[in-house]
């Protein structure tokens, strides 16, 4: 979403320039008269040729300002500007937000990032702030955009007001679905988006046709029926956000899915290998090192072992979640998969007395990184050598979590580095975990109070085949 427009010079070279370069829909629906009250409509407009992105100049602490930065030369809409603008700038100071605004300079156009102070906590203006008109007809990369939004909605504040009541409606209903399912749909909906402008296909709405089309595509890609199925429900959350009819229920959708299902090979969804207590031991150990990379990371693998944490949770954890005494840690997890109403769970893990003790891993990346407050794992940027006779500058901390798909990584890079073989993810520490107790003799009600898995059946799904062998009732008798 752009946060304002900024014409510098002539309006009529800044209404040329926008008939000229914006799509048709966005054309049609705009009042060039008053373009600057046409945010909404330009934030999901698509320019041809596309603008470049200018970083604004930054205040310094004596009132000046430095020079603006050329980011990018040419950027398609403000979605890619605020995408790019992001990684250029990485962590927003405190108390800012990064924006993008529209600049019309003497007719030319730019999109431009700057930095503005986050306003205090408080009512929402009685302003008429409701979302951009779904982008019927309009290019693919705009529906992706326009979803993203729609997608993505906060809660507004309370003001007492029926309008703020009816904008708080679709972002409850959104916070109905984890945050993980709500990314996944936005990447389905990329994916459709894509291939629809591959085969220059509307993107909005679908076709019945299309959709099937689209899903016997992947199928014949070797994706699994699972993962087509995820796509099939971001098409129907699109149309819903868009109130649109509905293609995936047509009768030809169905069928297809009921086919590509029947044809699909019964293995199931490919899992992770299962990260056990004997190989976590050998990951350990090649992370020995001192550096603060290496005492978060032994931190994360122990941790997300000990309480069999999904990567989300671990990605999630903040220091007020975490209360630490001489037996042990309790955390509390505000927000987690097995937890839709948020009741809050609490795992208990107790303290050691090994090199391999979670809680001193813990304790030790916290010290590491005077770390008091906020996210518990963190992004760690390395310094830069240090010239000759100057002391080595110390290592930058993150002000923000790490992504569950960091952790992800985190775990892949270390399980290669050991030399273990096999598919190594976030969730290998919790299969390991669940795994590793089973094999320790742990029964399944036992095994489900600790994974916080709501059915057995769940459980069971997490146990190796190694396990369930070594627990085979005739074995003492073959």
């Known amino acids: 979403m752009l946060s304002d427009i900024r014409i510098l010079g002539s309006r009529g070279a800044a209404r040329r320039m926008v008939a000229a370069r914006v799509d048709r829909l966005t054309r049609s629906r705009l009042d060039l008269d008053q373009l600057q009250l ?26 000046s ?40 300079d003497q007719g030319a156009p730019s999109f431009v990032a700057w930095l503005r102070r986050c306003p205090p906590a408080g009512p929402v203006p009685d302003l008429d702030d409701k979302m951009p008109p779904a982008p019927v007809g309009q290019p693919a990369a705009s529906v992706a955009q326009w979803f993203a939004l729609a997608s993505s909605q906060a809660v507004p504040n309370h003001d007492g007001s029926l309008g703020t009541a009816r904008k708080a409606v679709e972002a409850f209903v959104q916070r109905g679905k984890a945050d993980n399912t709500r990314r996944a749909y936005r990447g389905a909906v990329r994916a459709w988006c894509q291939w629809a402008a591959g085969h220059a296909l509307p993107a909005l709405p679908a076709r019945a046709e299309d959709v099937a089309a689209y899903l016997a595509d992947m199928a014949l890609r070797n994706r699994t029926p699972r993962t087509i199925d995820l796509h099939r429900a971001a098409l129907r959350y699109l149309h819903h956000l868009a109130r649109l009819t509905i293609p995936t229920s047509h009768p030809l959708v169905s069928a297809t899915l009921a086919g590509i299902r029947r044809e699909a090979p019964g293995a199931g969804p490919q899992q992770k290998t299962a990260l056990t207590w004997t190989p976590l031991t050998r990951v350990l150990d090649e992370v020995q ?24 949770e671990l990605a999630g954890l903040t220091v007020a979640d975490v209360s630490v005494d001489d037996d042990g840690m309790e955390i509390r997890l505000t927000r987690s998969k097995g937890d839709p109403n948020r009741d809050g769970v609490r795992v208990g893990i107790p303290r050691g007395v090994t090199r391999h003790c979670p809680v001193r891993a813990y304790e030790a990346w916290l010290r590491a990184a005077a770390i008091t407050e ?44 050991a030399g273990l073989e096999g598919s190594f993810a976030g969730h290998s520490l919790r299969r390991g975990a669940i795994s590793t107790g089973a094999g320790d003799g742990y029964d399944l009600l036992e095994l489900k109070r600790f994974s ?12 190796d085949a190694a396990s369930i062998k070594q627990r085979h009732p005739g074995k003492s008798r073959f």
């Open 38 to 63: 046409a945010v909404r409509a330009l934030s999901v407009a698509r320019f041809d040729p596309p603008l470049p992105l200018i970083l604004a100049g930054i205040e310094q602490p004596d009132g």
């Open 65 to 104: 300002y430095t020079a603006d930065r050329p980011l990018a030369p040419a950027l398609p809409h403000a979605a890619a500007a605020l995408d790019a603008a992001r990684e250029a700038v990485g962590d927003v100071p405190a108390g800012h937000e990064l924006l993008i605004a529209l600049e019309i």
């Open 289 to 312: 090192g001192s550096d603060l990379a290496s005492v978060r990371d032994r931190a994360i693998l122990l941790l997300g072992f000990a309480g069999a944490f999904r990567r989300s």
């Open 374 to 417: 906020g996210a518990v794992f963190r992004r760690v940027w390395l310094a830069p050598d240090a010239k000759a006779g100057t002391p080595s500058p110390r290592p930058k901390i993150g002000s923000t979590a790490l992504s569950d798909r960091a952790i992800a990584e985190i775990v892949r890079k270390h399980c290669q580095a």
């Open 452 to 463: 916080r898995h709501q059915s057995l059946r769940m459980v069971e799904t997490y146990i």
